[in-house]
C-alpha cells in the first residue's frame, strides 16, 4: 500500500480521456510546504497568509519575517509555483487582542459582513503594501502568484491594483529584486461571480473560493452549527455559480481554480472536470484520492450532462443516477 501511493505522488494527474489536471495544495504556515511538495502538489494553490498574522499577541509581523516566511515556503516547493493570499483576517479568523483590530472590532455585529480580507487591508494602506512587497520580494527565489481575497466591488480592485504598483515602486526605489507576478482574484462573494467580465479584465487569474461562495450565496454562516444543515455545496444555486465562473474564466483564456472544500472532495470531481476544471487546490492530504478519482474520470461522459445536473431541483440526486456508484454525501 505504501508503494502504491508512493507511485502514485509521481503519477500525472490526467483522465481516462488524456486531459491533464492540476492539483495544487492549501497551506497555512511555511512549515506546511514541504509536505505539499512532498504529496505530489504541482505548486501552493493557496497560502493562506493570515496564519502568519495570528495568535501573536498583539504584534504583527513586519515586513522581513514575512518576506522570510513566503520565501521559505517559495523554496521549499522547489521552482514549483506558489500563491499567496494577502491576509484574510476578520470573521471566523480574527486577530487575537490585536489593537488596531480591537477599535475596529468593537462595534461589529456581522463580522462576516464586516471589515474583513481586502477590506481591512484596503482600510490599513501602509501595512498592506508591507505585505505586498514581501510577497513580492519572495518572487526573486521562484515562482510567485499574488492573490486578494473577498473583493466585490470595482473600487477595491481599483484600490488594489493601484497598491500593488505602489509598493513595486518602493522595491525598485529601495533596489530590492522582484520577479513577475500574475495578480489573481478569489471570487467567493455573489457579487464578483456575477461580475466575471470585470475581474477577467482586471485580473491574470481568479480561485473560487466555494467555502465563503457558499456562505454568501445562501445566507448560511460557514460556522454556525445552528444552521449547518443547510450549508449545502450542492445547491443548485452553487454549482451555477461555480460552473458560471469555470466558463466565463476558460472563455477568456484565463487560469481558473478551486480553493475551497469542494476540490477537495472526491464526490465533486467528476462533476467540476465536466464543468472544465481543470485546476483544484486542496490540503495536501486529500491530493492522493482526488488523483485516484481523477485517473478514473472521463470528462467527456459527464459534459452533456451538466446542464441536466444544473438545472435539477435535486442536483445531487441526479448527479448520482447518472454517475454510478458514485462515493455519495448526505
Ligand atoms: C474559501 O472561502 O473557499 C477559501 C478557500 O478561503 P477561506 O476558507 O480561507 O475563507
Ligand atoms: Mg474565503
Not at 462595534?107 to 498592506?128: K, Y
Request: net charge negative; aromatic share 6%; proline share 5%.
Amino acid at each position: 500500500e505504501r508503494e502504491r501511493l508512493a507511485r502514485l505522488r509521481h503519477t500525472p494527474a490526467v483522465t481516462l480521456d488524456g486531459e491533464r489536471v492540476e492539483l495544487l495544495a492549501n497551506i497555512e504556515l511555511p512549515q506546511d510546504a514541504p509536505g505539499a511538495f512532498a504529496a505530489g502538489a504541482a505548486g501552493v494553490g493557496l497560502f493562506r497568509s493570515e496564519f502568519l498574522f495570528m495568535n501573536r499577541n498583539g504584534s504583527l509581523p513586519g515586513e522581513d519575517e514575512q518576506f522570510e516566511a513566503y520565501r521559505a515556503a517559495v523554496e521549499a516547493m522547489q521552482g514549483l509555483p506558489v500563491t499567496i493570499r494577502t491576509v484574510d483576517i476578520g470573521a471566523d479568523k480574527s486577530l487575537e487582542r490585536m489593537s488596531i483590530n480591537e477599535l475596529r472590532h468593537e462595534h461589529t455585529l456581522n463580522p462576516a459582513l464586516g471589515l474583513r480580507a481586502i477590506r481591512w487591508s484596503l482600510s490599513e494602506p501602509s501595512m498592506f503594501r508591507m505585505q505586498l512587497r514581501a510577497i513580492l520580494r519572495a518572487s526573486a527565489y521562484g515562482p510567485v502568484k499574488l492573490l486578494i481575497p473577498m473583493l466585490a466591488h470595482r473600487g477595491e480592485i481599483r484600490q488594489t491594483l493601484e497598491q500593488v504598483a505602489r509598493a513595486k515602486q518602493q522595491l525598485r526605489d529601495a533596489g530590492l529584486p522582484f520577479a513577475e507576478v500574475e495578480v489573481g482574484a478569489m471570487i467567493e462573494v455573489p457579487a464578483a461571480a456575477l461580475l466575471m467580465p470585470l475581474f477577467l479584465r482586471h485580473f491574470d487569474f481568479v480561485s473560487i473560493g466555494t467555502n465563503d461562495l457558499i456562505q454568501y450565496t445562501l445566507a448560511i454562516d460557514r460556522a454556525d452549527e445552528n444552521v449547518s444543515y443547510l450549508y449545502d455545496p450542492w445547491h443548485p444555486a452553487i454549482l451555477k455559480l461555480v460552473s458560471d465562473t469555470i466558463a466565463q474564466a476558460r472563455l477568456a483564456g484565463k487560469g481558473v481554480s478551486v480553493c475551497g472544500e469542494m476540490a477537495g472532495d472526491s464526490a465533486f470531481t467528476p462533476l467540476l472536470l465536466a464543468m472544465g476544471l481543470r485546476s483544484f487546490s486542496m490540503h495536501p492530504s486529500q491530493i492522493a484520492s482526488i488523483k485516484q478519482r481523477i485517473l478514473r474520470s472521463d470528462t467527456q461522459k459527464l459534459r452533456l450532462h451538466v446542464h441536466d445536473i444544473l438545472s435539477s431541483e435535486d442536483p445531487h440526486a441526479r448527479y448520482r443516477e447518472l454517475v454510478d456508484g458514485e462515493p455519495s454525501r448526505t
